[in-house]
């Protein structure tokens, strides 16, 4: 039995519907069966940024999706237990993976952990006829190369018969990186030692994965890697030959690693005893409130408050990285237990879709124990807030309402509470609520989201049927979410500002997420750009500006092709870190008037562009207010003097995060402007 929930977003009034199916469903679900992650989740992941590796990305996790990662498998997830909804956003995951130089790049090393988001999608896919009889026998090859390459990377580093583990040594990756050990906390082993055990998944047992790691033929696969076009793959796993000085391992010594695979003398015939092992260690710990009995380290590496009620104290099971070291100490975050949580799901599911989880055994049964005391703990630790200790000092403290939306925590926790814990036969939602419960702090369409009518909506001047009606919008209009939700009259009321200007409180029955191709999302410092028709005359460009933080640094511009460099824009509005919007005019910023800046405040920016001259002017309008002059005939930024054709728009933010949407181009020889896409957005660098 299939079990997903409706497509159409119900808010609050699912919950009870949730409780009534958990009522039907059987209390085993057999190994073949998952349930969707909510709607609500399923929405917030459809809407969320496409993950993308190389390793170019800053941080050195090689992906933009370090702090959002998980969407992916939300969208697998729900597409396998037959929630339709989900079905373009992961076939548009699936195949922007497999364009070339967005692929993992599979070092075997920290960035493991992350590739899970995709490796994992691509064990659920397989195992999902719907999605996997859509793409093509080459689409199919190129995930078999991508999985074959995750495995002998994560196979090679974890290996008993690797040569520097023999050695005692310094531990290397097949990119000669020497940030990692088979021994560190969860944050490597997941996603190092799990990439093992996925590709247990991927090939469907562990006789066909050992197979094909008793062949492996490191030239031989170097060479296919070169022939199908995986830059990411291919370079890691040419290392050795393109860099001979390094301490990357070279091709013999690789083959060794791998073709007789054991971890801590468990073959890969052992991979539940392999799974145990990561069990152990990342769900390992008593609950606790934190370090030194919940007082912490100088007020840090502890909870915020509901210490004295923090459910299963005493209990084994807490995420390791709550009381765990690091170079310099004791270590205690949230952030850190995080990364073991995502990963260690991931593994756990892909082990369930492909049929080799054994319901029953005492390491399911284990799990299911450990799991649901972890998990728990985590949870009502993010509803109290977390103080994290790391690295010799405080973190920030980690809450639903400033780390949802980064952290993805809407289908990271459905995850579990809504897919895991009922294949578990746990129920679902939180087996231990607040008695004195705080309102739900993640809402569906959280401030800032993008939003459109799926209906004729009327805009109410109040939250109520009763209030009065400020205009209309015709389906498919799009608007950004500032506040809600609110009920009365027995209806779900969310406040909109709408692109036309109008703002007013809508039925949450009336609107649905924007679609993903409605607008873009970055992290890390990463440039979004989006391609316009090229003008080479006078045109028109106007679009929303939303900071998410007063004193940003965050800009909008327009270029000759797509951007990485603050050089390549050639006119410019930014959120300036003084707190007013200011705009580029050849070598420096400057504004024509003040114009002060606030958090959430949804801002309409005209731009009129002359591309002969290299001139533009700007203005800015708050919400009901009159344009502003910001800029009154600019150059062009110096970089930019010699510039002919102007045809992508380009985001960026350095210090915060905002969001541009609600694009329109008008300009001699323009066709009609595009309604869609309308949007881009940032999300902060955290």
């Known amino acids: 039995m299939y079990l997903f929930h409706s497509a159409k977003n119900l808010g609050a009034r699912w919950t009870g519907l949730l409780g009534i199916i958990s009522l039907l469903a059987p209390a085993n679900l057999s190994a073949a069966e998952l349930l969707s ?382 897919v895991l814990k009922p294949f578990h036969g746990l129920g679902s939602g939180n087996p231990n609520p607040d008695p004195d419960p705080e309102p739900e702090p993640t809402p569906l369409y959280p401030a800032g989201t993008r939003v459109t009518t799926d209906a004729v909506a009327s805009v109410r001047a109040t939250a109520s049927g009763t209030g009065s009606v400020v205009g209309s919008m015709a389906l498919g209009s799009f608007g950004t979410v500032l506040a809600g939700p609110t009920t009365a009259d027995s209806v779900e009321w969310w406040q909109v500002y709408f692109d036309n200007g109008l703002t007013g409180w809508v039925d949450v029955e009336q609107i649905a997420a ?10 890390n410092g990463e440039w979004q750009n989006r391609t316009i028709s090229a003008q080479t005359g006078t045109f028109t460009i106007s679009f929303n500006m939303r900071p998410a933080a007063a004193n940003i640094d965050a800009l909008t511009g327009v270029s000759t092709s797509a951007a990485s460099a603050f050089g390549n824009v050639a006119a410019v509005v930014r959120f300036a870190t003084t707190g007013n919007v200011d705009a580029r005019n050849g070598g420096a910023y400057a504004a024509a008037n003040v114009f002060p800046y606030q958090a959430g405040v949804t801002y309409r920016v005209q731009m009129t562009v002359n591309v002969a001259t290299r001139t533009y002017s700007a203005t800015v309008a708050a919400p009901g207010g009159s344009p502003v002059t910001i800029a009154n005939s600019y150059a062009f930024r110096s970089e930019q003097a010699s510039a002919t054709s102007l045809a992508n728009l380009a985001v960026f933010a350095q210090t915060g995060s905002h969001t541009t949407s609600g694009i329109v181009i008008q300009g001699a020889g323009t066709p009609t402007p595009p309604s869609a896409p309308t949007g881009l957005r940032i999300v902060e660098n955290q």
């Open 37 to 418: 992650p909510s709607q609500a989740a399923v929405n917030a992941a459809i809407s969320c940024q496409l993950i993308s590796y190389n390793r170019s990305f800053s941080g050195g996790a090689h992906t933009n999706g370090a702090w959002f990662g998980g969407a992916s498998i939300a969208l697998a997830v729900a597409s396998y237990a037959g929630n339709t909804s989900a079905d373009a956003r992961l076939l548009a995951q699936i195949r922007h993976t497999l364009t070339p130089g967005n692929e993992p790049t599979l070092n075997g090393g920290y960035p493991a952990q992350h590739e899970r988001h995709v490796t994992t999608m691509f064990v659920i896919a397989k195992n999902t006829p719907r999605i996997w009889d859509q793409l093509t026998v080459a689409e199919k090859a190129r995930i078999d190369l991508i999985e074959k390459a995750a495995l002998v990377a994560d196979a090679f580093t974890t290996s008993d018969n690797n040569p520097f583990i023999k050695a005692n040594g310094t531990e290397y990756a097949l990119d000669g990186d020497d940030n990692l050990n088979r021994d560190w906390n969860p944050n490597y082993r997941e996603g190092m030692i799990g990439g093992v055990v996925n590709g247990v998944a991927y090939f469907g047992s562990a006789g066909a994965a050992q197979t094909f790691l008793s062949n492996y033929s490191h030239s031989a696969f170097v060479a296919e890697l070169s022939a199908n076009n995986l830059p990411n793959i291919y370079e890691t796993f040419n290392w050795k030959t393109a860099n001979s000085t390094s301490k990357a391992p070279s091709g013999s010594q690789i083959e060794t690693g791998v073709r007789s695979y054991k971890y801590y003398g468990s073959t890969l015939a052992d991979y539940m005893k392999i799974y145990e092992a990561l069990l152990n260690d990342t769900y390992g710990k008593t609950v606790n409130a934190g370090l030194n009995n919940g007082a912490g380290i100088s007020g840090a590496g502890k909870i915020v408050s509901g210490a004295d009620t923090l459910p299963n104290k005493g209990a084994t099971g807490m995420l390791k990285e709550f009381e765990s070291s690091d170079a310099n100490g004791a270590r205690s975050s949230f952030v850190y237990a995080f990364d073991g949580y995502r990963p260690h799901m991931s593994n756990q599911i892909a082990l369930i879709v492909s049929g080799l989880w054994t319901k029953g055994s005492a390491v399911a049964t284990k799990a299911a124990s450990r799991m649901n005391v972890g998990n728990t703990d985590l949870w009502y630790k993010a509803e109290k807030g977390y103080i994290g200790y790391a690295k010799g000092k405080a973190q920030a403290t980690v809450d639903y309402p400033s780390y949802s939306g980064s952290r993805g925590f809407a289908y990271n926790r459905s995850l579990w509470d809504d």
């Open 514 to 523: 924007a679609p993903a191709s409605e607008f873009l999302t970055t992290v």
